[in-house]
């Protein structure tokens, strides 16, 4: 009797939870295919389903700009922070040198360093040299942003490749930075994973760092166009606004479910080393 | 007089010149006369001191004819003389290319002062055991024992100006009268020590909202870090009972807060919870629970709350996946081997599951604490600080000291208060992370 009660209570709480996770979810994708345009009209069991709402944003936004500009952001910046990322944690795992400790740890604190006035300096710097409005500005702030936390992640994970296999290769002949393409690489592919898939997400809602660096209306990634849509008049706008979040978060939860194994491997690292 | 002391002396005028004349390493000698001749070349290039020299400049000023080190540095001390938007100074500017200047003025004297140093070792060298090196040879060992930081230099240099060279910039503008009183190019800005640092301590309209700001963000990050983490906890430990048959079910539906955008779920909750026409709040009066509408965000007290609450709903399911993965790592042997010694269900998690969890955590659950100081996005994009509050100065009842200086920043200009806070925010921070990185291993073993 007492173990059928304990079975109720357990499966009673974990069902609560799964539904106040739920409601918001279902509430926000049922709202995108409601008729009428207001927060009013969004009910969670829509009583006309239409497929207006994305007709409309196509029509009204320029929705696949939004697109084309975050997808060019995260493309380019997994692929230029997962160099920079494994480069440096390379060099920090496998050779000594002065400052190593300091500096690592140095870049992770300064990092924390609150960031809404830096990007005033950032913004003159990016001035001097033409590159605001490139879509490179975004790219290396993100990616030197990335470095500090992502390099203590993966040196953990390096450290735990046996130095035997390079020695290996140097005593075979093999020069530094072939050790590292053909030993190093192949063998960190989870980590490798995780920073691309973490770097590929950060710029998709990063709503700051492109309001403040990337102005102008061509150059609008979807976290600010989205942002813009309701910011002021919210409740009129909101069908619209739900169907463009319900686009562009269903392909990014998929990607997320997808790699889950990664990203919690990625995460874990970091307590591992507790 | 050895050859250490003649190469050095002759390296301190002409660099590269003790290792080209004394030490026979003339391409070595080369390169860093020529880095000489770029360091002399930038300067002469971009300024007018041949000119000068020939006569041709008659009222010679640092601010129109300087090069780009005689200039950057002037730009620093003075932050310009001439206000104006024509042919005046942009004194932003001129503190950001001030930094830049002495960032690269660094590096010249960091190749300076090796090439002295170098000079001195290479002539000792010789002097002791009368072999001369060749640059061939110097550079193969060299590429060795210098690795590192051949390969890490571009990366140094990227996070020097992306990341060094703005804080300094911030750290630096606390000590300016940077505002909307003095915006350039229009006016110009002007070095006031510590005054702004003694104004946020004195000016009670400061020290008030300064002290009750930061009260909330302690509390704010203590909660926000706990009850996710509790929850998260207690997720895991009941998917792990025995009496849950579908696991996996639960699972998915649980980790969706964390596949979601953030920002995504956080626009979604303020709609939600609009005060005024929110489903949430609609629901209610239907059911009857209620008669009036409730002011979820726009309320102080229990605008607080529903921050708190909105970010459990975003934040658990990251430390549930977490302690699941150590959960399901904890040997087995254990929980047995308590059994068998008779203890209740309450006492293994007190005594074996719990102090294994928070032994593997620990270090996350730190770092989690001192990010959610910097939780900007819970806060502005929910209620974007307010209510307002008309005792604090400019800033409403939520907001956490992050979301004040971004309100402090770019809605109100206040550039110099703005730099305060940061610098504040920012010691908070690093103490509690440094701590934090001190304590772990992964550190101690570095």
């Known amino acids: 009797m007492k173990r059928k009660i304990k079975a109720f209570l357990v499966n009673l709480e974990l069902i ?45 936004t320029d929705y696949l700009i939004w697109f084309k500009n975050s997808l060019s952001i995260a493309l380019l910046n997994a692929f230029v922070s997962v160099i920079l990322i494994m480069v440096t944690a390379w060099v920090v795992s496998r050779f000594n040198f002065k400052g190593r400790k300091a500096g690592l740890m140095t870049m992770l604190i300064l990092s924390m360093f609150p960031s809404f006035l830096s990007m005033t300096a950032i913004y003159t710097l990016f001035m001097t040299f033409g590159l605001n409005k490139s879509v490179l500005s975004l790219v290396l702030v993100y990616s030197a942003g990335a470095i500090p936390y992502n390099v203590w992640l993966v040196k953990g994970y390096l450290d735990g490749i046996p130095m035997s296999l390079d020695e290996a290769a140097y005593i075979d002949g093999s020069s530094k930075l072939n050790t590292f393409f053909k030993i190093i690489i192949p063998m960190s592919t989870p980590i490798i994973v995780f920073c691309a898939v973490s770097q590929f997400m950060t710029p998709w809602m990063d ?27 919210e ?27 990664y990203l919690v491997e990625g995460i874990a690292a970091g307590a591992n080393k507790g | 007089m050895g050859k250490s002391k003649k190469a050095m002396l002759l390296s301190v005028f002409l660099w590269g010149g003790g290792q080209f004349f004394v030490c026979r390493q003339k391409v070595k000698g080369l390169i860093l006369f020529l880095i000489q001749i770029l360091f002399i070349g930038i300067e002469l290039r971009t300024g007018y001191w041949i000119e000068y020299f020939c006569g041709l400049v008659p009222k010679f000023s640092l ?5 780009f080190f005689t200039k950057g540095i002037w730009g620093l001390i003075t932050l310009g003389e001439k206000a104006g938007a024509r042919n005046g100074d942009h004194s932003t500017i001129l503190l950001v290319g001030g930094i830049i200047t002495v960032l690269v003025l660094l590096l010249f004297l960091m190749i300076y002062i090796w090439n002295i140093k170098d000079a001195y070792q290479t002539g000792k060298k010789i002097d002791s055991e009368g072999i001369y090196v060749s640059t061939k040879e110097y550079l193969k060992t060299t590429y060795t024992k210098f690795f590192p930081f051949i390969i890490l230099s571009p990366i140094i240099l990227l996070i020097l100006f992306i990341i060094v060279m703005p804080i300094i910039f911030s750290i630096l503008t606390a000590f300016t009268n940077y505002n909307k009183n003095h915006l350039p190019p229009a006016a110009l800005v ?10 946020l301590f004195k000016v009670p309209i400061w020290s008030n909202t300064f002290l009750s700001v930061l009260l909330w963000t302690l509390i704010w990050a203590v909660c926000s870090t706990f009850s996710t983490y509790f929850m998260g906890m207690l997720q895991a430990v ?13 699972r998915s539906i649980m980790i969706l ?3 979601i955008p953030q920002m995504i779920s956080l626009l979604v909750f303020k709609n939600l919870l609009n005060g005024q026409f929110g489903p949430l709040g609609q629901l209610l009066i239907k059911l009857g629970l209620t008669d009036q509408r ?69 270090p996350l659950l730190v770092m989690n604490f001192a990010g959610n100081f910097n939780g900007f996005g819970a806060i502005y994009f929910l209620t974007e600080g307010g209510p307002v509050n008309p005792n604090y100065q400019l800033a409403g009842d939520t907001d956490i000291l992050i979301s004040w200086i971004y309100k402090l920043t770019l809605n109100h200009q206040i550039y110099d208060m703005a730099a305060v806070m940061c610098i504040i925010l920012f010691i908070l921070i690093a103490v509690v992370s440094y701590w934090n990185f001190k304590r772990t291993n992964a550190f101690k073993e570095v």
Not at chain 1, 27 to 52: D, Q, R
Not at chain 1, 214 to 233: H, K
Not at chain 1, 244 to 260: C, E, N, S
């Open chain 1, 16 to 60: 609560i939870v799964c539904i106040i996770v739920i409601i918001p979810v279902i509430w926000i994708v049922m709202s995108s295919f409601n008729k009428g345009k207001g927060l009013m009209s969004s009910t969670l069991l829509p009583k006309h389903v239409t497929l207006e709402n994305y007709f409309n944003l196509f029509k009204n």
């Open chain 1, 207 to 233: 709503y700051i760092l492109p309001n403040l660096l990337y102005t102008g209306e061509s150059t609008r990634t979807i976290a600010v166009g989205l942002y813009t849509m309701i910011a002021g008049n």
């Open chain 2, 190 to 199: 002007d070095w006031v020590g510590f005054n702004n640092f003694i104004k």
């Open chain 2, 63 to 67: 601010r129109l004819h300087g090069g």
């Open chain 2, 238 to 250: 009941l998917l792990n009972s025995k009496f849950v048959k579908h696991k996996s079910l639960y």
């Open chain 2, 294 to 362: 409730i002011p979820f965000l726009t309320d102080p007290l229990l605008a607080k709350i529903t921050i708190i609450l909105v970010n459990l709903w975003m934040g658990f399911p990251m430390f549930m996946i977490m302690i699941q993965g150590i959960l399901s790592n904890i040997d087995k042997g254990l929980y047995e081997a308590a059994e068998i010694d008779g203890a209740g269900s309450y006492h293994i998690f007190r005594k074996i599951t719990l102090p294994l969890v928070f032994k593997a955590t620990g």
């Open chain 1, 235 to 261: 409740t009129a706008n909101f069908t619209e606004f739900a169907s463009g979040t319900v686009l562009i978060a269903v392909p990014i939860t998929i990607l997320y479910l997808l790699f889950q194994k």
């Open chain 2, 257 to 259: 807060p964390w596949a």
